[in-house]
T-cell receptor, first 109, second 115 residues
Framework: GDSVTQMEGPVTLSEEAFLTINCTYTATGYPSLFWYVQYPGEGLQLLLKATKADDKGSNKGFEATYRKETTSFHLEKGSVQVSDSAVYFCEGGNEKLTFGTGTRLTIIP | ETGVTQTPRHLVMGMTNKKSLKCEQHLGHNAMYWYKQSAKKPLELMFVYSLEERVENNSVPSRFSPECPNSSHLFLHLHTLQPEDSALYLC??????????????FGPGTRLTVL
């Protein structure tokens, strides 16, 4: 079945560093791909999404590009802030969407 | 209220207790979900309801019993739980079930501790 593989955490970065969290998928055709974020004490919320190859999703300075050739949807941000500290989940699939294991990100001042 | 709400936010129960978790969505969605989030484990999809009909049950023990009386409300009835059932239980909704275009909207979760 469809699956996503996400970079294991935790990840600790200094403020203003560049962030990449890797996500690759295994699925037939053109699955939809999502990144969700979970702040402490809250549920998950959608960060960005892409539904077809070469689409770029972006929100709050985060970006991810749907790359069919590498079956990837890596999350990037050019300059992270302390407020970006959270757990990030990649999700994808065709009819049945599956979540990655989550990557805990901590940004230190 | 807007979005997806869950009550209670925290629950402590003994192994012989019976309790229920409640989820309500104010988004007009047709699908609702229960997830279990445990420390150091992937997010586990437990149940999916579409238009009040259960469409997915992922080998969840019978001590967890879902109920969906209408498309806005979802319950998870708990009885004779085990300590390993302690986790954050998340409810979510989406416009339709089993569609790859669906963004899911999550509630804040109920933190359950089983003593």
């Amino acid at each position: 079945g469809d699956s996503v593989t996400q970079m294991e955490g935790p990840v600790t970065l200094s403020e203003e560093a560049f962030l990449t969290i890797n996500c690759t998928y295994t699925a037939t055709g053109y699955p939809s791909l999502f990144w969700y974020v979970q702040y402490p004490g809250e549920g998950l919320q959608l960060l960005l999404k892409a539904t077809k190859a070469d689409d770029k999703g972006s929100n709050k300075g985060f970006e991810a590009t749907y790359r069919k050739e590498t079956t990837s949807f890596h999350l990037e941000k050019g300059s992270v802030q302390v407020s970006d500290s959270a757990v990030y989940f990649c999700e994808g699939g065709n009819e049945k969407l599956t979540f990655g294991t989550g990557t805990r990100l901590t940004i230190i001042p | 209220e807007t979005g997806v709400t869950q009550t209670p936010r925290h629950l402590v129960m003994g192994m012989t207790n019976k309790k229920s978790l409640k989820c309500e969505q104010h988004l007009g969605h047709n699908a609702m979900y229960w997830y279990k989030q445990s420390a150091k484990k992937p997010l586990e999809l437990m149940f999916v309801y579409s238009l009040e009909e259960r469409v997915e049950n992922n080998s969840v023990p019978s001590r967890f019993s879902p109920e969906c009386p209408n498309s806005s409300h979802l319950f998870l009835h708990l009885h004779t739980l085990q300590p390993e059932d302690s986790a954050l239980y998340l409810c979510a909704s989406s416009p339709r079930a089993q569609s790859s275009y669906n963004e899911q909207f999550f509630g804040p979760g109920t933190r359950l501790t089983v003593l």
